[in-house]
């Protein structure tokens, strides 16, 4: 069975500093890996992923994640946040040879200026 | 296009009664998925429809929970007898074809209170 954790519910950064949000995943098989972003009063929208290939992947709005087998992880990462970053940020796990996502607990990131 | 549609919007009910949530996915999605999403606890996978497929239903609370999906499209949720710990945001996600790679859709999801 998969799960996600993420580590930090809620993390501050100011405004130009590194986002840094952590996701662990457990998967019995080779994952495929999501970012959701959740806006205020808003859906969620996918930020990236990673199915197979290249480890290293981009998003929307200068957002990237590494998919480190050896760690079974993938964070998420910003070099620089902005105000509009903050937001809700959920990593998601699916079975590549099954469709169901699942998600983690979220992270609530807040920036300040 | 339009995006996945989620109605009402807001549902407020007495406890004991039963309340039916519906999701109408993107035109063409064939996976149709509810989850629910409680404060402070993420999103719940609730249940997963994949065109004629059999549900994968491993994600509903309780027998009081059950969901259709009609001519492979419109799909209803409805919780009888509601309790108060039923009290969510209950999402519905759509996506194209069978790949897990494919992104999910949301719609801005049922804010369910039960009083």
């Known amino acids: 069975a998969q799960s996600v954790t993420q580590l930090g519910s809620h993390v501050s950064v100011s405004e130009g500093a590194l986002v840094l949000l952590r996701c662990n995943y457990s998967s019995s098989v080779p994952p495929y890996l999501f970012w959701y972003v959740q806006y205020p009063n808003q859906g969620l929208q996918l930020l990236l992923k990673?199915?197979?290939?290249?480890?290293l992947v981009k998003g929307i709005n200068g957002f990237e994640a590494e998919f480190k087998k050896s760690e079974t992880s993938f964070h998420l990462t910003k070099p620089s946040a902005h105000m509009s970053d903050a937001a809700e940020y959920f990593c998601?796990?699916?079975?590549?040879?099954?469709?169901?996502?699942?998600f983690g607990a979220g992270t609530r990131l807040a920036v300040h200026p | 296009g339009a995006g996945v549609s989620q109605s009402p919007s807001n549902k407020v009910t007495e406890k004991g009664k039963d309340v039916e949530l519906r999701c109408d996915p993107i035109s063409g999605h064939t996976a149709l998925y509810w989850y629910r999403q409680s404060l402070g606890q993420g999103l719940e996978f609730l249940i997963y429809?994949?065109?004629?497929?059999?549900?994968?239903k491993s994600g509903l609370p309780s027998d009081r929970f059950s969901a259709e999906r009609t001519g492979g499209s419109v799909s209803t949720l409805t919780i009888q007898r509601t309790q108060q710990e039923d009290s969510a945001v209950y999402l519905c996600?759509?996506?194209?074809?069978?790949?897990?790679?494919?992104?999910?859709?949301f719609g801005n999801g049922t804010r369910l209170t039960v009083t």
């Open positions: 998601a796990v699916s079975d590549g040879g099954y469709n169901k996502l699942i």
């Open positions: 429809f994949q065109g004629n497929s059999a549900p994968d």
């Open positions: 996600a759509s996506r194209s074809g069978g790949g897990s790679d494919s992104p999910l859709h």
């Open positions: 990673y199915t197979t290939g290249a480890t």
